[in-house]
C-alpha cells in the first residue's frame, strides 16, 4: 500500500481529498500539514512514498517545498494538487509525477495512483538488477518475493524449479517462490556452481551425491538433503562433462 502525506492550507480540500484516497484502498494517509515548515519536518521523518502537494498555501509556495523535497533519501514523488494550472511547467520541470487539478476528480486520482504504483515496480527491478549485479560477487543472489527484495546466499541454494509459471528456488532451510523467470535467475547464478539439467531445473553441484539412471537415457539426482530432481537427455553430456562419469 502507498504511503502519502498532504500538504494543503485548506482542511475541505484535504478532507476530500483524504476521502477520495481512502476510498481507493490503495493508499495510507500517514500525515498531513497546511504549512511549509511543518511538512518538511514530517515528511522527513515519516518518509512517504507520494507528496500531495497544493502549490498557494498561506504563508508560502509549495513550488519551493518540492525543491527542498528533492534533498531527502528516498524522495517521494510529488503530486502536485491545486486549483491554478498556469504552474503546470514549473510543476514538471521539478520532476513532478502528476499534476492534478481542484475540485478532485476520483477517476483522475485513480489515474494517478497507477501511475505511481507501475513507477515503483520499475524502480524495483532496476534496484533488483543493481543489487543481483552487486552482491553475486559476494556469493549472493537478491530475487523479488512478494514485492519484497531478498538477498540469498548461493552456497545455500540446492535447486532452482520452474513449474506452472512460477519459479521455485529450494534451499537448504526454506523454499522461495519469485516472480521472475527460470532462465532470468540462471544468468545470475555462478556457472561454475550451478548447471541447468532440464528445461524446469537448475542444480547445485555441490549438493549431488548420487545420480540414478533412469529410462531412455535420462537421469535422477539425489540430494544431500534428500531431493530428487530429474536430468533430461538434452542436458545429460553436459552434464557428465562437468560430473566427469
Not at 85 to 101: K, S
Not at 202 to 209: A, G, R, T
Request: aromatic fraction near 8%.
Amino acid at each position: 500500500m502507498l504511503k502519502a502525506y498532504i500538504v494543503d492550507d485548506e482542511p475541505l480540500a484535504r478532507d476530500e481529498l483524504k476521502y477520495l484516497l481512502n476510498r481507493s484502498k490503495q493508499v495510507e494517509i500517514i500525515g498531513e500539514s497546511d504549512c511549509v515548515e511543518d511538512a518538511i519536518s514530517d515528511i522527513s521523518m515519516l518518509k512517504p512514498d507520494i507528496v500531495f502537494l497544493d502549490i498557494e498555501l498561506a504563508e508560502d509556495n509549495g513550488l519551493s517545498l518540492a525543491k527542498q523535497l528533492e534533498s531527502i533519501i528516498p524522495t517521494p514523488a510529488i503530486v502536485f494538487a491545486t486549483a491554478y494550472d498556469e504552474y503546470a511547467f514549473q510543476a514538471f520541470e521539478l520532476n513532478a509525477v502528476d499534476y492534478i487539478l481542484k475540485p478532485f476528480d476520483e477517476q483522475r486520482i485513480q489515474k494517478t495512483l497507477e501511475k505511481i504504483t507501475k513507477m515503483q515496480k520499475v524502480e524495483n527491478k532496476d534496484l533488483l538488477v543493481h543489487a543481483s549485479m552487486k552482491n553475486n560477487e559476494n556469493g549472493k543472489i537478491a530475487v523479488l518475493v512478494n514485492e519484497r527484495i531478498i538477498l540469498l546466499t548461493l552456497a545455500d541454494i540446492l535447486y532452482l524449479e520452474s513449474s506452472e509459471g512460477k519459479c521455485t528456488i529450494v534451499t537448504i532451510n526454506q523454499e522461495y517462490t519469485v516472480s521472475e523467470a527460470l532462465v532470468v535467475l540462471e544468468k545470475k547464478l555462478i556457472p561454475s556452481k550451478f548447471l541447468r539439467i532440464h528445461r524446469s531445473f537448475i542444480v547445485n553441484l555441490d549438493y549431488i551425491v548420487e545420480i540414478e539412471p533412469w529410462f531412455n537415457s535420462t537421469y535422477n539426482l539425489l540430494l544431500k538433503d534428500g531431493s530428487k530432481v530429474p536430468v533430461s537427455r538434452t542436458y545429460v553430456k553436459e552434464l557428465k562433462q562437468r560430473i566427469g562419469f
